[in-house]
């Protein structure tokens, strides 16, 4: 059975650090890897889609990477600010998606 | 345009009541999923659509728990006989298919069910 960990559970830095989430999960066949980012009391939000035959994704400030042979993946935030503060969960397209706990993140101003 | 829609965004219940959740995906998509959302635990998948195949039901946690899609578009979750475990947000999804990048999944707001 495919188990996604998510570590930290929780993280607080200042404003403008860069900083890596990281997820890891146990059966390396997968078809994709999805990080999501979730603000309290709302839905999830798609950040970065990897697919299994691709090693990282970037999207502005955010760089996802996955390397499916030893079940990791990490996503780098880099210059973070307040608005980062949210929970981000990293999800594996087994059949269908499986979830991390998450990371709580918080950006001090 | 619009995303994922779910109704009602907030429901208290007795238990034993019957609850139905509804989820309206993004027009055009052909996969639909739901998830629960319990206290301190991550999201657990419940069930999926996919077109007219038969749905993935391998996730629903036990009998009382079913789910429809009609027209293979809205969708319905209902819970029979609800009990307090079932307390959770209650999270739909939905993806434009499941291949390759088009599997994106865009989620709802959610139903956040309580039972008394």
């Known amino acids: 059975k495919q188990e996604v960990t998510q570590i930290p559970a929780a993280l607080s830095v200042p404003e403008g650090e860069n900083l890596v989430l990281n997820c890891s999960f146990t059966?390396?066949?997968?078809?994709?890897l999805q990080w999501f980012r979730q603000d309290p009391g709302k839905g999830l939000t798609s950040l970065l889609l990897?697919?299994?035959?691709?090693r990282e994704q970037t999207s502005g400030r955010l760089n996802a990477s996955l390397d499916k042979s030893s079940g990791r993946s990490t996503l780098y935030i880099a210059a973070s600010q307040p608005g980062d503060s949210a929970t981000y969960l990293c999800?594996?397209?087994?059949?269908?998606?499986?979830f991390g706990k998450g990371t709580r993140l918080s950006v001090i101003a | 345009g619009a995303g994922v829609s779910q109704s009602p965004s907030n429901k208290v219940t007795e238990k034993g009541k019957d609850v139905e959740l509804r989820c309206d995906p993004i027009?055009?998509?052909?996969?639909l999923y739901w998830y629960r959302q319990s206290l301190g635990q991550g999201l657990e998948f419940l069930i999926y659509?996919?077109?007219?195949?038969?749905?993935?039901k391998s996730g629903l946690p036990s009998d009382r728990f079913s789910a429809e899609r009609t027209g293979g578009s809205v969708s319905t979750l209902t819970i029979q006989r609800t009990q307090q475990e079932d307390s959770a947000v209650y999270l739909c999804?939905?993806?434009?298919?499941?291949?390759?990048?088009?599997?994106?999944?865009?989620f709802g707001p959610g139903t956040r069910l309580l039972v008394l």
């Open positions: 999804a939905s993806s434009l298919s499941l291949a390759g990048n088009q599997e994106t999944q865009y």
């Open positions: 059966d390396s066949a997968i078809y994709n």
């Open positions: 990897i697919q299994s035959s691709q």
């Open positions: 999800a594996v397209k087994d059949t269908p998606l499986v």
């Open positions: 027009s055009g998509h052909t996969a």
């Open positions: 659509f996919q077109g007219n195949s038969a749905p993935d």
